[in-house]
């Protein structure tokens, strides 16, 4: 007989999502897999593929360009994650309160988010302008510099603008969510830390956190895999630039299979960098679980 | 003591106004820059205010003409929406059943669900070009089809886990209850969990839509011309090339987020209670 | 109704089968003569506008019916991006491409493009500048027609030369810097010079505009030589001049339409870039600084050269996998052809040399023409090696770093050059 009919009914819901999962991106999936192991180059006519085993990875952990962006792309992960979350639960906080046009915030919230990342980039991009840009001249006249800075043209600051404008647009998501999440606790448990004689602090961490632990890590999962292969972002405001200080792993790759045309060693370059994702993400789940029930 | 209550009143509403101007002033700046004259803007010290609103460039996007600025950017705008609510359509179609599956009946079947997510974890860079290629195949190349099947993808990992945590929140004993009175599956989904799992649906919407409405290097590589051509390729080729002109980007700018902004203030009240009716669960 | 007798009938049958015969005849014929559709990918506001171009193309078909066009512009960064993703798609991808002429090394080892050396006669050889030719040209193989012809010229503006009482733009780079000097020093204009810096393929045409003058080579016996010579006097010229105050350092950050911008709005008195600002600059509609503006050659080095260009054309080709060769063919004789070129002169400059001495095509822009005979006969190409866009990313990264003052210029050409060595 073989399948109960609740484990029929269970697989047959999840068909669909499987098939369209499976047909789409999993062609494409193996292929890139496939080949990560050759030395296929991307040609109009066929020109032969040879199987190069491990070769293709082996250069990519010794790579010392690779190893930057891959350094660069942790740090753009871990400080706009970090970011997002900690403005984002302030800002939930804050939200939850009680103040008059409070609706009206509430809704304002969603204005950065709805904001396309194109449209985002180029905004940005013409505030940061060196020479004229709106930043600069607010700056100035608040008497903060003293003269017109080049944002996205110095190494160290470019990929920090980059972040802020990445963090300005995403946070707006996570304060969303947290702020949902806010509103299911019940009154009362606040009501019964008071009287326990629990202060502000005390209040969050035994109260509210735990709430919101939960729904925060949704978000955090989903942004640190959208971060970690940040591009679109990239690719719209300084192209890698300046001298390479905003170069992502998935810009990295871009340049390995369009520019330079290697297929092959751009496949193990994708491949590795799904991998670490897959990794933190890992790490991260059994950090969350371990938590839970130790809470 | 009025003077304690004050100050954590101060606070807040200080706390507020730091909100909504680090907001709403980039936004600002932007719709002032779409209504001013590349002069105006390039003059240094900054003149914060147009001496003369211009509003001629929303003329010039919203004007049907043959090859015009207009011309494009309706069409990219009608592709957009095309694009974003087919594959959301789709996506909810489908993540509906399957979020169903992963909430209410778990076991072994997990792990495909880390496995779908893991899908999502793939730069789009690697995927694209042997996407491209089988589109090709299929000559499905510049068509709002493709864009709608590759879309899909991106939302669906995403939409799935969503619903499944909202679908947590229901209380399985009101399901259990209609089951008691004969309710078949569908039937318990459609008049049970969903009105419950309402506002749920609509954030995963939200987000589903916004998703693909964002999107651009797929567009930008698998479309050619205006049939299929969506917003924001549309908007990087107002911004590309020699003589580009600031003000008609920002108008584009502002004109492509105005859909965006009303679906969401549209889907917005819901959102809050939505999210909240049972809240988001890992 | 009387009927018709028997064999009046027969033959209105008769007739009718023979129009039908006709008629399909006549349709069959004509889906066999049916239109050829051609696909062609061109740049975004390039030299020549879209609606140009689209009036050039309405030209061809009305000359050639039976043959449509389909258009598609992009932005430059695109159009590699976009060549590269359609030499997988085959017969449904484009049948001509714009390329840069940076690419065909590439795009030739890789097989995106025809061989068209056959189709070229010797006699159009001899018509069009050997520079332009370079555009197309790898290991003597013609890949495409030289289509947009474009260099940098030293762009200037006339009133602030007069004010710091300087008679003549310069002739050789020593003599830029000594005006740049003046020109700042008389408080005139901070930064005098403004370059396109970023890390992009336009700092490369920038410094090879430099290599040109000082007669440097890129590779001596097939082995890179950056960090010698002529190209390291143009890095050290680039980083002196910053040194110096006298370029401005957001140049660092700045494209093609930066540069013209800072020019255009009087924050510069001096500027390299291409052909189309000649006309922007001038138009009062986009610049503060309209009808001031002149252009020369860019300088050469005392000793060495008399000018320098770098080679920024580009060519139209006709992609492996096209199946309308032939067409294609047609479309891209037709659109290079001289009548066509001097028709839209304003925009960018034929590729025939006679076009030159044609005062049709000097009209109102008589410095242009006089700069770019010049120009345009120098063209220097930059390396023409299949892996031309790792080289130039090594070069920009390694500059960039240079001219942010993260490496002294020896350092930053050395691992230039060890990396270019590893390229094969």
Redesign the interface.
Request: aromatic share 12%.
């Given at each position: 007989m073989g399948l109960s009919s609740?484990?029929r009914?269970?697989?047959a819901?999840?068909l669909?999502?499987?098939v369209?999962?499976a047909t789409?991106?999993g062609?494409?999936?193996i292929?890139?897999f496939r080949l990560s192991f050759t030395d296929a180059?991307?040609?109009?006519?066929n020109?032969a593929q040879h199987w190069v085993g491990f070769e293709n990875y082996a250069y990519v952990f010794t790579d010392p360009d690779f190893g930057d962006a891959f350094r660069r792309t942790l740090y753009f992960t871990f400080v706009s994650v970090g970011a997002e979350i900690l403005l984002g639960v302030l800002?939930a906080l804050?939200l939850n309160?009680e103040?008059r046009?409070r609706t009206a915030?509430?809704?304002?919230?969603?204005?950065?988010?709805?904001?396309?990342?194109?449209?985002n980039a180029?905004?940005?991009r013409?505030?940061y302008n060196?020479?004229?840009g709106?930043l600069n001249?607010l700056l100035?006249?608040l008497g903060l510099i003293d003269s017109?800075q080049?944002w996205?043209?110095?190494?160290g600051t470019a990929m920090n603008m980059v972040i802020l404008a990445d963090v300005?647009k995403n946070y707006?998501?996570v304060a969303?969510?947290v702020?949902?999440?806010?509103?299911?606790i019940p009154r009362e448990l606040y009501e019964a830390a008071s009287i326990d004689g629990a202060g502000p602090w005390l209040k969050f961490w035994k109260v509210t956190f735990p709430?919101i632990?939960?729904?925060l890590?949704?978000a955090l999962?989903?942004r640190m895999?959208e971060a970690?292969?940040v591009?679109?972002i990239i690719?719209?405001m300084?192209?890698?630039?300046?001298?390479?200080s905003t170069k992502s792993?998935?810009f990295f790759?871009?340049?390995e299979?369009?520019?330079?045309?290697r297929?092959g060693s751009?496949?193990s370059y994708?491949?590795t960098?799904?991998l670490t994702?897959?990794v933190m993400?890992a790490a991260y789940i059994m950090l969350?679980r371990r938590q839970s029930s130790t809470a | 003591m009025k003077w304690r209550r004050l100050i954590p009143q101060v606070l807040t509403y200080t706390a507020v106004i730091v909100l909504v101007i680090s907001t709403v002033a980039p936004l600002l700046w932007l719709f002032i820059m779409s209504i001013s004259s590349t002069p105006e803007l390039t003059a240094v010290p900054l003149h914060w205010i147009p001496h003369q609103a211009d509003f001629s460039r929303y003329g010039r996007l919203l004007t049907f003409a043959a090859h015009s600025a207009g011309e494009e950017f309706i069409l990219a705008m009608r592709n957009s929406l095309a694009a974003s609510f087919s594959a959301t359509a789709v996506a909810l179609l489908v993540g509906i059943p399957a979020a169903y599956s992963f909430s209410r009946m778990p076991g072994k079947r997990m792990k495909l669900l880390y496995a779908v997510l893991g899908t999502y974890m793939m730069p789009p860079v690697a995927l694209i070009l042997p996407l491209y290629m089988v589109f090709g195949a299929l000559g499905l190349l510049n068509t709002v089809a493709a864009l709608t099947i590759v879309y899909c993808t991106i939302l669906l990992p995403f939409v799935t886990w969503l619903l499944k945590s909202n679908f947590d929140a229901v209380p399985i004993e009101i399901e259990e209850a209609a089951r008691i009175d004969g309710v078949g599956l569908f039937g318990v989904l459609r008049h049970v969990t969903l009105p419950i799992a309402k506002a749920g649906l609509g954030t995963a919407a939200l987000f589903a839509v916004l998703l693909a409405w964002d999107e651009f290097f797929y567009a930008l590589l698998y479309t050619n011309d205006l049939r299929a051509k969506t917003l924001p390729v549309a908007i990087a080729d107002f911004a590309a090339g020699r003589a580009t002109d600031y003000g008609i980007i920002s108008a584009a700018g502002i004109l492509t987020a105005v859909p965006a902004l009303v679906i969401a203030f549209f889907l917005q009240k819901t959102l809050i209670a939505g999210l909240s009716a049972g809240g988001v669960k890992g | 109704m009387k009927r018709l007798p028997a064999w009046r009938r027969g033959l209105g049958h008769a007739a009718l089968g023979l129009a039908a015969l006709i008629g399909a005849g006549t349709l069959a014929a004509g889906t066999a003569a049916a239109d050829t559709t051609l696909n062609a990918l061109f740049m975004k506001q390039a030299a020549y506008s879209e609606d140009d171009v689209r009036s050039m193309t309405k030209d061809f078909e009305a000359a050639n019916p039976g043959i449509k066009v389909n258009l598609e512009f992009v932005p430059y960064e695109a159009l590699h991006d976009k060549i590269v993703a359609a030499a997988g798609a085959g017969a449904q991808g484009y049948d001509v491409v714009l390329f840069d002429t940076i690419w065909p090394a590439e795009f030739a080892k890789n097989g995106f493009l025809q061989d068209v050396t056959g189709r070229i006669s010797a006699d159009d050889t001899a018509k069009v500048f050997d520079g332009a030719w370079s555009t197309v040209t790898y290991e003597d193989k013609r890949y495409g027609m030289p289509w947009i012809l474009d260099t940098k010229y030293l762009f200037y503006n006339k009133d602030m030369l007069k004010k710091a009482g300087i008679a003549a733009p310069p002739k050789t780079w020593a003599e830029l810097t000594e005006q740049a000097k003046i020109i700042k020093d008389k408080g005139i204009v901070k930064f005098p010079i403004v370059w396109s810096w970023a890390q992009a393929e336009a700092i490369i045409c920038d410094y090879g505009t430099l290599v040109d003058a000082y007669k440097g080579e890129f590779y001596q016996d097939g082995k890179p030589i950056f960090d010698k010579g002529g190209s390291m006097d143009a890095v050290n010229y680039m980083e002196q001049s910053l040194k110096d105050g006298l370029s401005n350092p957001n140049s660092r950050e700045y494209l093609e339409e930066d540069v013209r911008k800072i020019f255009s709005n009087g924050d510069a008195a001096f500027a390299l870039n291409w052909t189309y600002m000649y006309n922007l600059a001038n138009d009062p509609k986009e610049s503060k600084v309209a009808g001031q503006v002149d252009l020369v050659p860019a300088p050469g080095v005392a000793g060495k050269t008399e000018a320098s260009a770098i080679n920024g054309s580009m060519g139209l080709g006709i992609t492996a996998n096209s199946t309308h060769a032939d067409d294609a063919w047609k479309y891209i004789a037709f659109i290079t052809s001289q009548p066509v070129q001097n028709k839209y002169a304003k925009l960018s400059l034929p590729i025939w040399k006679s076009s030159y001495d044609d005062p049709a095509v000097a009209k109102g822009q008589e410095s242009l023409i006089a700069a770019a005979k010049v120009s345009i006969g120098l063209m220097f190409p930059r390396p023409t090696t299949p892996s031309y866009t790792e080289l130039s990313n090594i070069l920009q990264k390694n500059l960039q770093q240079i001219l942010l003052g993260q490496v002294t210029p020896e350092q930053g050409m050395q691992t230039a050059n060890t990396a270019a060595e590893r390229l094969h």
């Open positions: 609740r484990e009914q269970a697989w819901l999840l669909p999502l499987l369209i999962i789409v991106t062609y494409p999936l292929n890139t180059s991307l040609t109009g006519r020109v800002v804050l309160r103040f046009g915030v509430r809704a304002l919230l969603v204005l950065p988010w709805a904001l396309p990342t194109i449209v180029m905004m940005w013409l505030i060196p020479e004229f709106s001249a100035l006249q017109y080049s996205l043209g110095t190494p300005w707006p998501l969303i969510i702020l949902a999440a806010l509103q299911t709430a632990l939960g729904p890590s949704v999962v989903l895999i970690f292969k591009f679109d690719y719209l300084t192209r890698g630039g300046p001298a390479d792993v998935s790759v871009y340049q299979s369009f520019a330079y045309l297929a751009g496949a994708a491949v960098v799904t994702s897959a993400i969350l | - | -």
